[in-house]
């Protein structure tokens, strides 16, 4: 059974980075097709797609979130990881790792395990 | 970006009822590329629906999805006291990925 668990630092000051990685068990970040990606979660708000990394390093990210977001991957390690710089209070969230698995019947990648999230605050 | 709506923000119905949630988007998303997610209080999502159609493995059969185009719906034939939570729809069509705001489904 493959499990993601989210660590990092839960406080981060204003205008500083945010780094965060997930660990994989139960399974090789390498194998298969799979795309790891972050998730936030806004305290009472809605979900936000962060963007996604493939085992080779290929990114994909959030637009909104380009400018500031850098992921990469430790296979020796089987982790990925999130920085997110120049942070703000509006990048306090809960933030998830999930694997997204490409299902062949529908032809697109869904996000089938996740952590538990990781609740960052960033205030001063 | 594709912008999904939820409708309604908040259902109220008894276990046993039939929920019926929908999911407009903005623009047209392929029907493969329509997931939709299950999150309880304080759990990460969970992955219910795929191909806005294809139930996800362990998913029970009183959930269903259907749909095409710009609207797309989520029913729960009879509520059971574990489904009362908050649903999302998510597209995999455009960049980016983008969620639905929820539908919060509370016993009445």
């Keep these: ?124 | 970006e594709i912008v999904l709506t939820q409708s309604p923000g908040t259902l109220s119905l008894s276990p046993g009822e039939r929920a019926t949630l929908s999911c407009r988007a903005s623009q047209s998303v392929s029907s493969n590329y329509l997931a939709w997610y299950q999150q309880k209080h304080g759990q990460a999502p969970r992955l219910l629906i795929y191909g806005a159609s294809s139930r996800a493995t362990g998913i029970p059969d009183r959930f269903s999805g259907s749909g095409s185009g710009t609207d797309f719906t989520l029913t729960i034939s009879r509520l059971e006291p574990e489904d009362f939570a908050v649903y999302y729809c998510q597209q995999y069509d455009g960049s980016p990925r983008t969620f639905g705001q929820g539908t919060k489904v509370e016993i009445k």
Excluded at chain 1, 21 to 42: A, E, K, N
Aim: glycine letters at 10%; aromatic letters at 12%.
């Design chain 1, 1 to 124: 059974q493959v499990q993601l668990q989210e660590s990092g630092p839960g406080l981060v000051k204003p205008s500083q980075t945010l780094s965060l990685t997930c660990t994989v068990s139960g399974g090789s970040i390498s194998s298969g097709s799979y795309f790891w990606s972050w998730i936030r979660q806004p305290a009472g708000k809605g979900l936000e797609w962060v963007g996604r990394i493939y085992s080779t390093g290929s990114t994909n990210y959030n637009p909104s979130l380009k400018s500031r977001v850098t992921m990469s991957v430790d296979t020796s390690k089987n982790q990925f990881s999130l920085k997110l710089s120049s942070v703000t209070a509006a990048d306090t969230a809960v933030y998830y790792c999930a694997r997204d698995t490409y299902y062949h019947d529908s032809g697109s990648y869904y996000s089938d395990y996740w952590g538990q999230g990781t609740l960052v605050t960033v205030s001063s």
